[in-house]
């Protein structure tokens, strides 16, 4: 599995507002949801804490694949495509459990790993 790229870490240590993660049901429909409950991952994924997950969870629940998009300060997009798994138990929800603040619920996480990512219409992985 690709790692993520240094320029990506530093963008994500720098960004600002929430994040936009973006499923698809198994007929083909996209579903955008805002997320601030996130974090970076073994430097190969992101994580998004499910706090209030509906249609995305149910998207999650056939595996598939996804996006995530952000801006940094400076305005700059950044967009991680990849395949995107669920965890209620494990190491990866362990890891969610040590950052997502405990008033929210934190009933699993869901992992981006990482296969393309681009600034604006550059592709950086
Ligand atoms: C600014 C903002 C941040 C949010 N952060 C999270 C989050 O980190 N985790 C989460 O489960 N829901 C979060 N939500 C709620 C989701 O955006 C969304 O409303 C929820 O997943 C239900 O939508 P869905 O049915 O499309 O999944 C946030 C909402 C807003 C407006």
Redesign the pocket.
């Known amino acids: 599995m690709a790692k993520l790229p240094a320029a990506i870490l530093e963008a994500w240590t720098d960004r600002e507002g929430?994040v936009v993660l973006t499923t698809v049901s198994p007929s083909g429909v996209p579903?955008?949801?805002?997320?601030?409950?996130?974090a970076t991952y073994e430097d190969e994924g992101v994580l998004?804490?499910?706090?209030?997950?509906?249609?995305?969870?149910e998207n999650l629940a056939g595996g598939g694949k996804a996006t995530l998009l952000f801006l940094r300060k400076s305005g700059k997009s950044y967009q991680i495509k990849g395949s995107i798994e669920y965890f209620t138990q494990g190491p990866v929800f362990d890891h969610m459990k040590t950052w997502n603040p405990p008033q929210?619920p934190g009933r699993g996480v869901a992992r981006l790993r990482a296969e393309q990512i681009y600034s604006g219409a550059e592709q950086l992985l």
Not at 31 to 38: M, P
Not at 48 to 57: D, I, M, R, S, W
């Open positions: 929430p579903n955008s949801i805002y997320a601030t409950c996130v998004v804490a499910n706090n209030y997950f509906k249609k995305t969870l929210h």
